[in-house]
């Protein structure tokens, strides 16, 4: 990511066609190490092609990535909805457990008021 980061960088400072070279020093400004192997297939899958259209391209296939977000939402509110589920009992129990030990370690900690 950091070679197409600096590519796309190389391209907005006015550099229409970047070479290795380039790439290598703009890393190497802020202190990063570059592999040559990379550098090289960076430059070489991106030359000549249009940028815009590349991101365009990847935004699209982006799109039909489905996200998990959903599936998390579905089942908290399958939890939720069916409190008295067996599903629900270990939670309950856990909480209970968690409830249970903060009790006891707020004690007095070794540190007592009046001793």
């Not at 599903?87 to 900690?109: C, H, Q, R, T, Y």
Request: charged fraction near 35%; aromatic fraction near 4%.
């Amino acid at each position: 990511m950091r070679y197409v980061s600096a590519y796309l960088l190389a391209r907005l400072g006015g550099n229409e066609n970047p070479k290795e070279v380039d790439i290598k020093k703009i890393l190497s400004s802020v202190g990063i190490d570059s592999d040559d192997a990379l550098v090289k297939k960076v430059v070489s899958e991106l030359s000549g092609k249009n940028i815009e259209e590349l991101i365009a391209a990847g935004r699209e296939k982006l799109a039909s990535v489905p996200s998990g977000g959903a599936v998390v939402a579905t089942t908290a509110s399958t939890t939720a909805a069916a409190p008295d589920s067996k599903a629900a009992e270990p939670a309950k129990a856990k909480e209970e457990e968690k409830k249970e030990e903060s009790d006891e370690d707020d004690g007095d900690m070794g540190f007592g008021l009046f001793d």
